[in-house]
């Protein structure tokens, strides 16, 4: 699996969680969102969807960082 392809996945499936369980007042909830990658990517290593370089080496991506982005 391709970075661009977990980060749709995530944006389609698991942000929408994110965002009723913690964001209910409309503000970006950051930490959340960050950690929502990290246990997304987590499970897609553990399953065998990605190898462990991948995750080892693979960045937040914007959805997750917003102002805290370098």
């Not at 009723?20 to 959340?32: H, K, L, T």
């Not at 065998?48 to 914007?62: A, D, F, K, L, V």
Request: aromatic share 12%; charged share 25%.
């Amino acid at each position: 699996m391709t970075k661009a392809a977990a980060v749709a996945i995530f944006k389609d499936h698991h942000m929408p969680y994110i965002r009723e369980a913690y964001e209910s007042d409309g503000i970006p909830d950051w930490p959340a969102r960050r950690e929502g990658w990290n246990n997304f990517t987590d499970a897609l290593c553990k399953e065998g969807s990605i190898t462990s370089r991948q995750y080892e080496s693979w960045t937040h991506p914007h959805i997750t960082d917003g102002p805290y982005r370098r």
